[in-house]
């Protein structure tokens, strides 16, 4: 009893810690531009989709004895077609989330030298963040990525501290501003806060390949996830106020003697997450495809600082990485799923129409996502 | 590898090293005499240059040709690296600031970067030197 407790608590704990990252710096703004009741509405029903997502995920992954990439399944399930998909839409994920890494750690650096006194321009800091990161993955100084872990709980930790905080400073008023015309704004911010899909073949692994203790570790963790960073993100649009693109502005929600909290542990869970995500990306240009070492390196490291060069806003990033990347990436896992659940009708109908049906209305929500964002709304 | 190690190397160390003069600039050394302040200059560009150059060599046996391709790459990245961001904080042409900073007093600095790359590689290959030799004759 105890070993089948702490293996489901590790994994929810896992997931928890890999989903709460630099997205939640980016919540505070979008909750501010609709306001209290449209943000929660939308957060809380993508919440519900990402666990979804994350269920079927699980499915895919107990379907397979082999462990795989997100690649790998759609190559097995979808054919080539998937695969070309998958090799495009996962790296790119990736280079996405580095270059947000860049953008926010450089941000972290420059509220803590600013605080001591070194004053530089942003963008020195955002190439020092890139150049540091990237000297330790070049290095393979691997035993970075065993304080990820550490790191992410004293980010998660200092977030508690954060809400209570900035409860002194909450404006009650707030509560009732509303821009219902601008619901949809946040769909893909509030994704790429959401998105835990990347680790869930190590939360099966952990839950013993149990699917009773995988489905409870995703939920636990997907909505204990979703819970800390709608609270993060809601107390500080109440103690700020009007939230502006900058992460700056957040720091103006705690007491003088406590903005260093926020950079300080920001940058320890970035700097250690920058390192895993490069060493990935680097992985699946040499694995996926079949590039040289040295020129895995090259384009792990030098792809995100050349796309830092044209893009430099940190909200429309993640806004672009989680509707564009998040959401075709949670397509293909609708679509391998859709693929499995009708195989298995074949066989045993009356169990799978659920999943079935609910596969529709998770392919619409995110199809709808995708095209609303290019088609009637300005990236945020 | 070390080639790129070293490009790559030699950018946080650039600006590891404006922080430096940042940081120093922003000290007080009163009464402190003029000349301790530019010797503590170079001591930080020797420290963060010789910290660099050790990380660059970190994996394998230093030759004494790499030591000087490491060495140069310091110098050429750092320089590119110092005049582009001149040029970017003050908005002037970037020839008219690499030709500004082209004078006789920087060799002091190139000796400096020279003396803490060949340290580094020295340490270094010392290090490997006597970790491949047997048992008993680290010493010698």
């Not at chain 1, 004053?119 to 393979?140: D, E």
Request: with cysteine; hydrophobic share 55%; aromatic share 16%.
């Amino acid at each position: 009893m105890e070993g089948r407790a702490t293996s489901v608590s590790k994994a929810s704990l896992t997931l928890l810690g890999t989903i709460i990252g630099a997205g939640v710096f980016g919540l505070p703004a979008l909750f501010s531009y609709v306001g209290f009741w449209p943000g929660t509405l939308l957060f809380w029903f993508l919440a519900g989709i990402m666990l979804l997502t994350h269920v079927y995920l699980v499915e895919i992954i107990l379907a397979f004895r082999k462990k795989m990439r997100l690649a790998g399944y759609a190559r097995e399930v979808l054919g080539k077609r998937g695969f070309i998909m998958a090799s495009i839409t996962y790296p790119g994920q990736i280079i996405g989330v580095n270059l947000i890494y860049i953008i926010l750690g450089g941000a972290f650096l420059s509220m803590l030298g600013h605080g001591i006194g070194l004053h530089q321009p942003l963008v020195f800091w955002q190439l020092l963040f890139w150049a540091i990161g990237g000297a330790i993955v070049l290095s393979g100084f691997k035993f970075l990525a065993t304080f990820e872990t550490i790191a992410t709980w004293f980010l998660i930790g200092s977030m508690v501290v954060v809400i209570g905080l900035s409860t002194g400073s909450w404006n009650i008023r707030a509560l009732s501003y509303a821009d219902w015309s601008h619901f949809f704004v946040p769909f893909g911010v509030f994704l790429f806060s959401l998105f835990g899909v990347s680790v869930i073949s190590e939360i099966v692994e952990l839950s013993g390949r149990n699917r009773e203790k995988a489905f409870r570790a995703v939920t636990i963790g997907t909505l204990g996830a979703a819970l800390l960073s709608w609270a993060f993100g809601v107390s500080l649009y109440l103690a700020v106020g009007r939230v502006g693109r900058d992460p700056f502005d957040l720091i103006s929600a705690l007491p003088s003697s406590w903005s260093w909290l926020l950079p300080v542990f920001g940058i320890l869970a970035i700097i250690t997450s920058f390192v895993t995500t490069a060493e990935d990306l680097k992985q699946t240009f040499h694995f996926d495809f079949h590039l040289r070492p040295r020129a895995s390196w090259l384009l792990a490291l030098f792809i995100p600082l050349l796309l830092f060069i044209t893009q430099r806003d940190f909200l429309s990033t993640v806004d672009f990485v989680g509707t564009v990347f998040g959401g075709l990436n949670c397509l293909l896992v609708i679509f391998i799923a859709l693929k499995l659940f009708a195989h298995r009708r074949k066989k045993s109908p009356a169990p799978v129409v659920w999943s079935f049906a609910g596969s529709i209305v998770l392919l619409l929500v995110f199809m709808i996502g995708i095209l609303h964002k290019f088609l009637y709304q300005p990236l945020v | 590898m070390i080639f790129l190690r070293a490009v790559l190397f030699s950018i946080p160390r650039h600006l590891v090293i404006i922080l430096a003069l940042t940081a120093i600039q922003n000290f007080d050394f009163h009464p402190l005499p003029l000349w301790t302040a530019i010797a503590v200059t170079y001591f930080f560009q020797w420290v963060i240059t010789w910290f660099f150059a050790e990380w660059t060599f970190w994996h394998r046996l230093p030759r004494f040709k790499e030591m000087l391709m490491v060495f140069c790459i310091f110098l050429v990245m750092g320089t590119l690296i110092e005049v582009s961001y001149v040029s970017f904080l003050i908005r002037v042409d970037w020839w008219k600031i690499f030709t500004s900073v082209l004078q006789w007093d920087r060799l002091y600095l190139v000796a400096t970067y020279f003396l803490a790359v060949s340290i580094a590689a020295f340490h270094v290959r010392r290090r490997h030197v006597k970790a491949k030799l047997p048992e008993g004759l680290e010493s010698c």
